[in-house]
């Protein structure tokens, strides 16, 4: 009989927090591959990171709308757009289209990433706003610190934006007036 060995092969990467460790319950990454694993990990960072923009895309409309038109040929202002799920029929195509070319083209032209064993690592340093970069981090503690701590935000706000998700579909509102849900088997 062979014995068993467990199998650590991603165990010293950044993600890897307490208190589970390095967290592969369906065994994806059981082979070893590093490119399987730079994928996955590069796949989890531009989520999470796009997960934080939703999230705040959410709350952010609550308390601050940008004034004037968001359509002038739609006589749209957007103060007019609902928040949540019920703004997807309210957006005219032309900009739901205009969102995504911009998310085609950051993607493609800007987002490539550079570092061969870092995923998510573009060499431009911190985003402070869309298009922005502040200066790199140079000390290595500083660095996988902030890294850690941007990998377990972006884990945090895909699970909340889905959650809005949810929320707004069954109550209409993001922020959940169960009143309004009236079939709700905790009722």
């Given at each position: 009989?062979?014995?068993?060995?467990?199998?650590?092969?991603?165990?010293?990467?950044?993600?890897?927090?307490?208190?589970?460790?390095?967290?592969?319950?369906?065994?994806?990454?059981?082979?070893?591959?590093?490119?399987?694993?730079?994928?996955?990990?590069?796949?989890?960072?531009?989520?999470g990171r796009v997960a934080?923009?939703?999230?705040?895309?959410?709350?952010?409309?609550?308390?601050?709308?940008?004034?004037?038109?968001?359509?002038?040929?739609?006589?749209?202002?957007?103060?007019?757009?609902?928040?949540?799920?019920?703004?997807?029929?309210?957006?005219?195509?032309?900009?739901?289209?205009?969102?995504?070319?911009?998310?085609?083209?950051?993607?493609?032209?800007?987002?490539?990433?550079?570092?061969?064993?870092?995923?998510?690592?573009?060499?431009?340093?911190?985003?402070?706003?869309?298009?922005?970069?502040?200066?790199?981090?140079?000390?290595?503690?500083?660095?996988?610190?902030?890294?850690?701590?941007?990998?377990?935000?972006?884990?945090?706000?895909?699970?909340?934006?889905?959650?809005?998700?949810?929320?707004?579909?069954?109550?209409?509102?993001?922020?959940?007036?169960?009143?309004?849900?009236?079939?709700?088997?905790?009722?």
């Open positions: 009989r062979r014995p068993r060995v467990a199998a650590r092969a991603f165990e010293e990467e950044l993600g890897v927090q307490a208190p589970m460790g390095y967290w592969d319950p369906l065994g994806f990454s059981n082979d070893g591959d590093f490119d399987e694993f730079y994928r996955r990990r590069s796949a989890e960072l531009k989520n934080m923009y939703a999230t705040m895309g959410y709350i952010l409309p609550e308390y601050w709308r940008v004034p004037g038109f968001c359509s002038p040929s739609h006589d749209l202002l957007f103060t007019d757009i609902p928040n949540g799920l019920k703004a997807v029929g309210v957006v005219p195509a032309e900009g739901w289209l205009q969102i995504l070319a911009w998310c085609g083209f950051f993607e493609v032209v800007i987002n490539q990433p550079q570092h061969p064993t870092e995923p998510g690592n573009y060499y431009k340093g911190r985003l402070a706003a869309p298009g922005f970069y502040l200066s790199r981090i140079k000390e290595p503690e500083v660095r996988a610190r902030s890294l850690n701590a941007e990998l377990a935000n972006g884990r945090l706000a895909m699970v909340a934006i889905v959650g809005m998700w949810v929320q707004d579909g069954l109550t209409g509102s993001a922020w959940g007036d169960w009143s309004l849900f009236t079939n709700s088997p905790l009722r």
